[in-house]
């Protein structure tokens, strides 16, 4: 059975760091294609970055530039790290793998439990 446990949101005020861990159980991270998703209060869930399957890194353009993605498969982890955050990154912070035939981001992933980030003077 795979998890994925995400870690390290919290409180931040406007253009400070958080970085983010997403520890997986298995051997899910024999995978190439994996991801981090957010998702604001009353909004759909929306892709932050993520893997291809070419292992190269993909950003959306409301973090581009202040975000980086990182793996450490040795661990079994993945990482978000944010920079220079703002109110509008506010959201609960999902890591994903999509099962064997599925795309990132797909329902039918494997996704963890969230967690928060609140960025707020």
């Known amino acids: 059975q795979v998890q994925l446990v995400e870690s390290g949101g919290g409180l931040v005020q406007p253009g400070g760091s958080l970085r983010l861990s997403c520890a997986a159980s298995g051997s899910i991270f024999s995978t190439a294609v994996m991801g981090w998703y957010r998702q604001a209060p009353g909004e759909q869930r929306k892709l932050v970055a993520g893997f291809r399957s070419d292992r190269s890194t993909m950003y959306s353009d409301s973090v581009k530039g202040r975000s980086t993605i990182s793996r450490d498969n040795a661990k079994n982890t993945m990482y978000l790290q944010m920079n220079s955050l703002k109110p509008e990154d506010t959201a609960v912070y999902y890591c994903?793998?999509?099962?064997?035939?599925?795309?990132?981001?797909?329902?039918?992933?494997?996704w963890g439990q969230g967690t928060q980030v609140t960025v707020s003077s």
């Open positions: 994903t793998v999509p099962k064997k035939g599925y795309v990132l981001g797909s329902e039918e992933g494997y």
